[in-house]
């Protein structure tokens, strides 16, 4: 018998499909999406060796995502090329769960075949994997478990060593985990920044387009925000822009890029897959190990020191850190803010999406089986923002599919109504989608308990900590599913928002951002230590970003001093006082045309200073260095390079 397996997110051409590595840790594997908001996409390509003439079964794996409503006909359909014949079976009408379906026999001849996936609708058909066998009557495995191991044996993967040891393993490209990884590296640190997506920015990437919160360079450490101001885009406050370009994803890699070769190295398209416990002592990670979601390629990672900046906790829950999730109860912290009884309720997972106008009139297919809308329910908007929010009740980390499907499929329903049955259908004649999130927004998912807690009474009642690090200066901001939409709906997709004002910035103590059961975790992002009303507070992409330039600095102290993270709390805390005080520095990216002195005081200002010569006359005790600047300054007015 031959059999041929071949990863969907391996081929050659992923054409008009994208990769979905989020729910990796559910399926044992990334799978491809056919993303083209009602128009099919192009198809997906490659080019397989068969290994022996004969006929052979092809066999998909695939599913019904819209099966889960129960209405009408499946969306996500398509087909499965071969040599350019259409084999005979639609595929994605297999039902709500993943499990492989028959696409047909066809007889082949030893040698190359090309395959395509071919889009029969634009509603976000999924593959994981095609499986060829000249065994008619072989049923492919599809136990998570089993069928893993299955796909390691069958593409003989092995795991290959990183030959580098880190000092910090960073896993989650977005803000954070980017803050994270050039502090350290700009403070004298080995690390490797490991990001699943093809992107950095997570949130404020291109792909899910949420703005930047809070601010940089307040008390108690105004030098603390230099490398989040330093990625963050142009139009970087909260808010959604339409176009993305304005999230500017690769200004964030190339920041990156400029450390390469210096000890820094960036892993992208790389999911944490497993970590491995040190063999004297089972709370300690010695090394991550992950999985290249386009390739399969496997890599260990060794380091001294991991952060987990990965959103979902996905390193922290590997090691059975302690965890919390969704709201506690008014008697765990005494927060007035939190409900009487604790529950799994969260801030649920954005799906942004937006429209144009056309110069002709545009069509919307009239969709069946998403939520069943009317004049008393739909939504006669052109795109929304945060508050397309679902997954309220939900797990954010092992449910991320059906959350992330749910928003979807609701926007695509509403927009169906509007497009072809709506009394107002006529003002809607010359829109059409122009963007719609593949990834979704998450807002909280699981927090891991460190060393200190941070609850709502810290913040309000302003108890500064004697380890205070960056401050938080959003407002505790706790979102809702919006009564009325619950009210209408099953299951709610909007949100609304409660704001209460924290007055000044409030600094998070430092032992909250490390595990308090896993020796050497930091913890970055939504995942740390914080009760979910004061999380409300400190979740937004700069405060976050700004706390991972702590960590950053943090675990450079860890590398020099051979320590860790709890350790800098009991004995280096001043050394860490002092570099915040300082700040992560920042290297200059423009020169001016100077002698030497003045090439020297530039490097050490940085560009910035240059508009506040009489500042840095006074920071460097040079009062000639003012004029010297202002000089300079008029020069370049002038047009001197």
């Known amino acids: 018998m031959a059999k041929i397996w071949i990863e969907a997110e391996s081929f050659s051409e992923l054409g008009g499909w994208v990769i979905d590595q989020q729910s990796m840790e559910q399926m044992g594997s990334a799978y491809i999406m056919a993303h083209g908001m009602g128009v099919p996409v192009a198809d997906a390509k490659t080019t397989c060796c068969i290994t022996e003439s004969g006929a052979w ?62 889009v029969l609708s634009g509603f976000n058909g999924r593959c994981d994997a095609i499986y060829l066998t000249t ?26 060593d990183d030959p580098v040891e880190y000092d910090l393993v960073v896993a989650g490209g977005g803000m954070a985990g980017i803050c994270t990884a050039l502090a350290a590296i700009r403070t004298g640190s080995k690390v490797v920044l490991i990001q699943d997506r093809p992107v950095l920015g997570g949130c404020n ?39 993305a370009r304005y999230y500017e994803d690769e200004r964030k890699e190339n920041v990156f890029s400029l450390h390469s070769g210096s000890g820094a190295k960036l892993a992208l398209n790389e999911r944490v897959i497993a970590v491995e416990k040190d063999t004297n002592d089972p709370r300690r990670i010695r090394a991550l190990i992950t999985r290249n979601i386009r390739t399969g390629a496997e890599t260990r990672y060794r380091a001294r020191n991991f952060a987990d900046c990965t959103g979902d906790a996905i390193v922290a829950r590997m090691m059975d850190a302690k965890l919390m999730y969704g709201r506690e109860s008014q008697a765990d912290f005494n927060e007035s803010l939190a409900p009487e009884k604790g529950d799994n309720q969260v801030m649920g997972m954005s799906v942004l999406w937006g429209s144009r106008k056309t110069a002709q009139p545009s069509s919307f297919p009239d ?7 009317n004049e008393e329910n739909a939504y006669y908007i052109r795109g929304a923002d945060w508050e397309w929010e679902t997954g309220q009740y939900r797990n954010q980390a092992d449910e991320t599919e059906y959350i992330r499907d749910y928003g979807m499929m609701a926007i695509y329903a509403n927009w169906s109504y509007l497009k072809n049955h709506s009394r107002r259908k006529a003002e809607w004649s010359h829109d059409t989608l122009s963007w719609v999130s593949p990834v979704g927004g998450k807002r909280e998912s699981y927090r891991v308990v460190g060393d200190y807690v941070l609850n709502q009474n810290d913040i309000e009642n302003r ?20 009564p009325e939409n619950a009210a209408k709906f099953k299951e709610p997709f909007r949100s609304c928002a409660y704001h209460r004002g924290i007055g000044k910035p409030y600094p998070v103590p430092y032992r909250c951002l490390y595990a308090k059961d896993v020796t050497n975790l930091f913890l970055g992002g939504r995942i740390i230590s914080a009760s979910h009303v004061a999380f409300s507070c400190v979740r937004v992409m700069r405060t976050l970003g700004i706390l991972g330039e702590v960590i950053g600095m943090a675990a450079s102290i860890c590398a020099q001093e051979h320590a860790d993270p709890r350790d800098i709390y009991g004995k280096h805390f001043d050394k860490l006082k002092a570099m915040m005080e300082k700040g992560v520095p920042s290297p200059v990216y423009h020169a001016y045309d100077c002698d030497d002195s003045e090439s020297y005081h530039f490097k050490e200002l940085g560009f910035i200073h240059i508009n506040t010569p009489d500042a840095a006359a006074k920071k460097f005790g040079d009062p000639a260095l003012a004029q010297r600047i202002k000089a300079l300054n008029v020069r370049h007015k002038n047009g001197a390079s």
């Open 135 to 160: 065994d008619p009557d072989e049923l492919p495995e599809n136990d998570t478990e089993r069928l893993a191991e299955f796909r390691r044996t069958v593409t003989n993967t092995v795991c290959t």
């Open 57 to 118: 079964t092809v066999w998909v794996r695939t599913r019904d995502w819209t099966a889960v409503w129960k209405r009408g006909k499946p969306a996500g359909i398509f087909q499965a090329h071969i040599n350019g014949t259409a084999l005979p079976e639609t595929l994605g009408t297999n039902g709500e769960a993943w499990g492989w379906q028959k696409a047909g026999t066809v007889t082949l001849h030893k040698g190359d075949a090309a395959i395509a996936l071919h």
């Open 205 to 243: 990437s291109s792909e899910i387009r949420v703005g930047l919160g809070g601010f940089a360079h307040t008390e108690y450490y105004p030098n603390l925000g230099n490398i989040v101001t330093e990625i963050s885009p142009v139009m970087g406050g909260p808010g959604t822009y339409p176009d």
């Open 463 to 482: 108890v500064i900590h004697p380890d205070a690090t960056a401050a938080m200066t959003w407002s505790i901001d706790l979102h809702f599913p919006d």
């Open 367 to 373: 969709i069946d089986w998403g939520i069943p809308f």
